[in-house]
């Protein structure tokens, strides 16, 4: 199928980022198509994940009934922050359900899929299996992309393409350009492990609803009698019948302990006598990785241009510590360029790269997720 259409927005990529923004887009009366490489939303998106509903919530998005309706998997009620040296734990567990009441453990292949058939419901063009390859500009201007099945034209193009972020640095927008400071790239491995009935109640002390999150901070640990000097993160997450297990490190670090095997070092880290109680019973499941983009103030691209704007994972903001937010950054930018391209357009204007800067980019570096990642740059001095 070829393609040669016109749309006031084109959205890349149906992440967080991404849905948020075409469906706050879409409600507000204006014509969305959103490309997608993967077969259907969330098919190669392998992240933990506690998604921070707080922006979904917005009325002008999905309202607080619209959220509750998703198909999340458990309400999140306990986080837990601990360091691990694959022996013992040290570390804190914060047990509050209005605290976390905008957080759900979610799996990705599934929430996303659900949030793209509500887009598709309320008018947006989903375009699965369809790889935006270039941007298309006419005298500087960009006015779409060409994609593997023909070209889309549109007055604004939101790119939100995810972690690996392939058109921001192919389109040269990149805050770093010396190849000595390359943006940084993380390894993301997950293990989803089945568990019987009832297990995660017991193991946890939850309802059946309720659910909890915890980070662990590992260093050091054995391989076969052989010390290791690790650095990475590691989590797990409560789904309805199921763990989501995974970790995070830097791809040296993988090559030089494990041989570059993702599967070692999750067998690995699956078996460390810490964590076997909270695993007690449990069965491999699906099993995934992929690349994450490193993120922090420093890596942060130029994320306006004329008639374009770059939100979501390919931004590189998102909070890490003590727990990851992806999602909740994510979302506040798919809110935010709605809000934006709504105001542009009241206003009888174009999509420029001023009025992007003064309707996306600012109310953006106002938000306390770009606040916080400012503050990070800085800690812990």
């Not at 149906?14 to 075409?22: D, K, P, S, V």
């Not at 989903?126 to 992309?145: K, P, W, Y």
């Not at 927008?173 to 017991?202: C, N, S, W």
């Not at 599967?263 to 990785?289: D, I, S, T």
């Amino acid at each position: 199928m070829k393609m040669d259409s016109n749309y006031d927005v084109l959205v890349v990529g149906a992440g967080a980022a991404g849905l948020t923004a075409a469906i706050g887009l879409v409600k507000a009366g204006f014509a969305v198509a959103v490309v997608e490489a993967a077969p259907y939303p969330g098919a190669e998106n392998w992240s933990g994940c506690v998604y921070f509903t707080e922006n979904l919530a917005r009325p002008e998005i999905l309202g607080s009934e619209g959220v509750e309706a998703l198909a999340w998997e458990r309400r999140l009620v306990e986080r837990g922050f601990f360091a691990c040296d694959g022996y013992g734990l040290l570390g804190m567990k914060y047990r509050d359900a209005e605290a976390f009441r905008h957080c759900y453990t979610v799996l990705r292949p599934i929430y996303d899929h659900h949030l793209g058939q509500i887009a598709m419901r309320l008018g947006v063009a989903l375009l699965n299996s369809t790889t935006a390859e270039s941007l298309i500009r006419d005298q500087g201007r960009v006015i779409g992309a060409c994609t593997n099945r023909g070209a889309i034209y549109a007055d604004l193009t939101f790119l939100a393409e995810g972690d690996a972020s392939h058109l921001v640095t192919r389109e040269g927008y990149e805050a770093l350009t010396d190849q000595r400071e390359a943006v940084h790239f993380l390894q993301g491995i997950k293990q989803v492990i089945d568990m019987p009935p009832g297990a995660i109640e017991e193991i946890f002390s939850v309802g059946p609803e309720e659910g909890v999150a915890y980070e662990l901070l590992l260093r050091n640990g054995t391989l076969r009698g052989h010390g290791l000097r690790l650095n990475m993160g590691g989590f797990i997450y409560s789904n309805r019948q199921s763990l989501s297990v995974g970790l995070v490190l830097p791809l040296d670090n993988l090559r030089e302990h494990f041989a570059g095997d993702p599967n070692l070092l999750m067998e690995w880290f699956e078996n460390l006598p810490a964590l076997r109680p909270w695993l007690k019973g449990g069965r491999r499941g699906v099993f995934g990785a992929k690349l994450i983009r490193g993120g922090g103030a420093r890596d942060i691209p130029n994320l306006i241009d004329n008639g374009l704007a770059i939100g979501g994972a390919a931004s590189a903001i998102g909070i890490d510590f003590p727990y990851p937010n992806f999602t909740g950054p994510a979302t506040a930018m798919g809110l935010l360029i709605a809000q934006a391209a709504g105001r542009i357009r009241a206003g009888g204007g174009d999509f420029t790269t001023e009025n992007l800067r003064r309707h996306y980019l600012q109310p953006l570096q106002n938000s306390r997720y770009w606040q916080d990642v400012e503050f990070l740059r800085k800690w812990p001095g």
